[in-house]
């Protein structure tokens, strides 16, 4: 028997029609507890990871202004915690090899896809962010049951599962909020 999946798959390509067609094949296999976000930019895509939690993101490797190793850097950096996969038609080691190494690639996929296989990937890495979620939250309250946690730890650690980034903000000297350089491609 399957598990039931859950979660937020934020699916990255510049061509429109890979997108929905990712969104139409993944929709009926993944479940109505998986909610799926296309984007069709990478700078689309930040503003969606700085909107929302996403348990899983997938992007296409060659995007115009904005590649997927650039993008899935940055996600590394606001959402440490996501699931991060390439799918490309260029299938390349010395690439593959660099995503594994400088953001943690959870896997390096090529189109043309075959939908089963995909739907076992995303399955798997759905499963595999459910199990890191868990057991961080199952470290946090053994730490906090030996009361080496205040109750603001506590909250932050609960408020930043939630919404990851929440809780690091920098500010500068005049009172204003910092945002780091790689998100200040957004304009």
């Known amino acids: 028997m399957n598990p039931v999946l859950h979660g937020n798959l934020l699916l990255v390509d510049d061509e429109v029609s890979i997108t929905s067609a ?18 069709n930019s990478g700078k ?22 904005m590649g997927g190793m650039e993008l899935l850097a940055t996600a590394a950096e606001i959402q440490p915690e996501c699931v991060r996969l390439i799918l490309t038609g260029t299938a390349d080691f010395a690439t593959a ?21 995909l739907v076992k990937h ?17 470290a946090v309250q053994w730490v906090a ?18 919404e990851p980034g929440i809780t690091r903000v920098e500010w500068d000297e005049h009172g204003c909020l910092v945002v780091p350089t790689s998100w200040g491609r957004l304009e």
């Open 22 to 39: 990712l969104h139409r094949a993944l929709r009926a296999p993944l479940g109505n507890q998986v909610k799926i976000v296309t984007c």
């Open 44 to 65: 689309e895509a930040i503003a969606e990871m700085l909107a929302r939690r996403f348990d899983v993101i997938v992007s296409d490797l060659r995007m115009p202004h």
């Open 97 to 117: 090899q660099e995503a594994v190494n400088k953001f943690g690639l959870y896997r390096y996929l090529t189109k043309p896809w075959d939908i089963e296989e």
């Open 122 to 138: 995303l399955s798997s890495a759905l499963i595999h962010s459910a199990e890191q979620r868990a057991q961080k939250d199952q």
């Open 145 to 162: 049951s030996q009361g080496q946690l205040s109750a603001e730890a506590l909250e932050r650690h609960r408020l930043e599962s939630m």
